[in-house]
């Protein structure tokens, strides 16, 4: 089926389904099938914040002070959680936005990717404060093999979907030959390709971005690079939000409730939700082992922080409706909740301590020499 | 969050943190259509320590303040959310490994239950993360703010909800 930026049929939109129907024509929010994404664009945008509205002076000094193997975890999770917002900035655009059939759907979409935009201009504000050159961190990521291992892993699942995502568009169903190649663009697999990615990206928002924030905020219990802390908590802030977008998606298809393919292929993809959401934990705890190979932290070390990452996985497949994977029960870093909490974000400048407040700021500072021309 | 409710939370919010006195009508306004604008406390009367109350006069009836001796949760007047018509919402809470709470003062269920010791997994604390999720076996609750996360029929959210009866919780 043939995309096009305005669809000229008429269709009732309580008719279709999340995915792979009408492709959306009029963005109105009058009559919305999933009230739940309108919902969550207007948290969103309530949520709205700029990484130039937190002072990270003092960062500056923390990091220098800071011993090798500790400036080694802060930027190395810097690194992944840069890779991990490229990829979420770009990659849901691209391959729901063609697939997508509901306005408010589209419009979450958007609105989601734009906010992990911000936090990728949030990583550029934080590197440029701590080091003199940024292109030492950026020009890492590709290369660093432990950081280009999980990208993959990331990736593949996006890649797979929009490679025959495009051929679905431009070709329709049947067996096609490209370049010699044949190509079977079956709907079905269109659709399994699609849960997958959805599962994917569950399992980065849920899972993989947590060792960072719990290092960033390891180091902010003991009073370190506070200002990049109060950016990661604006950030995870967000993630919550995405994760609970995925999860409505994720549990709006497995219970066939707009499509009843998706509820067929979500039953015959459960061992591979197990195998994604597995094999995350385990390169996140691989991770853990990179990060502190050279020195633990005070807090946190590679074992808490496996443990820590088996909870949350326990926690995250469990919300989707599985039994949990690891024997984990206890939350091992229960503190991190109070970090996590939004309820102390810093929502209203003008009530605390954040000074370097943009939006509406004036100068203030009057010196006696602007006066030195007034005439009484 | 609708801007009224955003002032309510803010003014709970202030009211916790300072100690001085706010009224929560906003909330309650809001809570009861708006018609109404009945103060759960008297402005003009600040709260005696528990240990300097007389004893409730009449055994069945019992109010905000008598309570003060009879349980745990929070000994200091917090703002809790009342409902016009409906008695306050004073209910036993049982968890299905043992473990017991009575909710009484508290303006959410997470709130009671960790003034209570009872530990649970949490993160936003307004219902959009669905970290505190908890499965209900028995019992009926009433969300203050429409939870925004994912839950399954049999599931709720502590953190934006209070209870309508006893509890049973897994």
């Known amino acids: 089926m043939a995309y096009t930026t305005f669809n000229r049929n008429e269709f009732d939109t309580f008719e279709q389904p999340m995915f792979f129907g009408e492709p959306v024509n009029v963005a109105r929010y009058d009559q919305q099938k999933h009230k739940i994404f309108e919902n969550l664009i207007e948290k969103q945008l309530s949520f709205f914040w700029r990484p130039e509205e937190v002072d990270l002076t003092n960062d500056r000094k923390d990091f220098m002070d800071l011993p090798e193997h500790e400036k080694h975890i802060f930027v190395s999770n810097l690194k992944y959680q840069t890779l991990l917002d490229s990829v979420q900035g770009r990659s849901p655009n691209v391959a729901l936005l063609p697939v997508v059939s509901l306005p408010e759907l589209e419009t979450w979409i958007e609105t989601w990717s734009f906010s992990e935009t911000i936090h990728s201009r949030s990583y550029t504000h934080i590197v440029r404060n701590i080091v003199p050159n940024p292109a030492v961190v950026f020009d890492d990521i590709t290369k660093n093999e432990y950081i280009v291992r999980r990208a993959i892993s990331v990736t593949k699942y996006y890649d797979d979907f929009i490679e025959l995502s495009n051929y679905y568009q431009q070709l329709g169903e049947g067996k096609h030959t490209v370049n010699g190649e044949t190509i079977d663009v079956n709907l079905h697999e269109l659709k399994r390709r699609l849960y997958l990615t959805m599962v994917s990206v569950n399992v980065l928002e849920a899972i993989r971005f947590y060792v960072s924030f719990a290092c960033s905020f390891a180091f902010a219990e003991r009073a370190k690079?506070?200002?990049?802390?109060?950016?990661?908590?604006?950030?995870?802030?967000?993630?919550?939000?995405?994760?609970?977008?995925?999860?409505?998606?994720?549990?709006?298809?497995?219970?066939?409730?707009?499509?009843?393919?998706?509820?067929?292929?979500?039953?015959?993809?459960?061992?591979?939700?197990?195998?994604?959401?597995?094999?995350?934990?385990?390169?996140?705890?691989?991770?853990?082992?990179?990060?502190?190979?050279?020195?633990?932290?005070?807090?946190?070390?590679?074992?808490?922080?496996?443990?820590?990452?088996?909870?949350?996985?326990?926690?995250?497949?469990g919300a989707l409706g599985f039994e949990p994977i690891f024997d984990v029960r206890n939350n091992p870093l229960p503190w991190i909740n109070a970090w996590l909490n939004s309820d102390n974000v810093q929502v209203a400048p003008q009530e605390a301590e954040i000074s370097s407040y943009l939006v509406g700021a004036i100068d203030s500072e009057v010196d006696t020499a602007d006066f030195g021309d007034f005439d009484l | 969050m609708t801007n009224a409710r955003r002032a309510a939370r803010i003014g709970r919010r202030r009211w916790a943190s300072s100690k001085t006195f706010h009224s929560d009508a906003q909330t309650e306004m809001e809570l009861t259509g708006g018609s109404t604008t009945q103060l759960e406390m008297d402005l003009g009367e600040l709260p005696l320590p528990s240990y300097a109350r007389p004893a409730p006069k009449e055994d069945n009836v019992l109010e905000q303040g008598d309570l003060f001796d009879l349980l745990a949760e929070s000994p200091e007047p917090t703002p809790q959310t009342i409902f016009e018509g409906m008695e306050k919402p004073i209910f036993e809470v049982a968890f299905a490994d043992g473990r017991n709470a009575r909710f009484q003062h508290a303006n959410t269920l997470l709130e009671s239950l960790e003034a209570q010791d009872i530990h649970i997994e949490y993160q936003c604390r307004e219902g959009y993360c669905g970290s505190c999720r908890v499965r209900l076996v028995e019992g009926d609750v009433h969300y203050i703010e429409e939870p925004m996360a994912w839950i399954d029929d049999d599931e709720i959210l502590p953190c934006c909800c209070i209870p309508k009866s006893a509890l049973k919780l897994q």
């Open chain 1, 225 to 317: 690079m506070e200002g990049n802390a109060k950016i990661i908590k604006l950030i995870a802030r967000d993630e919550a939000l995405h994760l609970t977008g995925t999860q409505h998606m994720l549990q709006i298809m497995a219970r066939g409730k707009d499509d009843a393919e998706f509820a067929q292929i979500a039953e015959e993809c459960r061992d591979d939700v197990v195998a994604i959401f597995h094999e995350a934990a385990e390169q996140e705890k691989e991770w853990a082992d990179y990060l502190f190979k050279d020195g633990s932290m005070i807090g946190l070390n590679k074992d808490i922080l496996s443990q820590y990452v088996e909870y949350i996985t326990n926690q995250r497949i």
